[in-house]
Nanobody, 122 residues
């Protein structure tokens, strides 16, 4: 079983920065993709940043140029660096990992972090 533990959320003023971390534990055979999602009150969950196993990345138009997704394989941790934060970025952020636990997995398994609150004050 894979467990994702998020940290790094908090309160920051407009223009500030935060770095979210998502530490994975458990045995992972291959990582198919990873990503960060967010959900604000009354809104649908949206993909903020994603990365495939080939290290290609994609970002929501609203965060391009401000957010960066990355990972440290040695620490089994993925990150979301958020700069120039805006009040519109306020949401609960979730990390997501799509993995195969063994060669017997024909499809990747989906795992989510518990969510971390990011609040940007105006």
């Amino acid at each position: 079983q894979v467990q994702l533990v998020e940290s790094g959320g908090g309160l920051v003023q407009t223009g500030g920065s935060l770095r979210l971390s998502c530490a994975a534990s458990g045995s992972i055979f291959t990582i198919n993709a990873m990503g960060w999602y967010r959900q604000a009150p009354g809104k649908q969950r949206e993909l903020v940043a994603g990365s495939t196993s080939g290290y290609s990345t994609n970002y929501a138009a609203s965060v391009k140029g401000r957010f960066t997704i990355s990972r440290d394989n040695a620490k089994n941790t993925m990150y979301l660096q958020m700069n120039s934060l805006k009040p519109e970025d306020t949401a609960v952020y979730y990390c997501n990992l799509k993995v195969r636990l063994s060669a017997m997995d024909y499809q990747p398994r989906d795992y989510w972090g518990q969510g971390t609150q990011v609040t940007v004050s105006s």
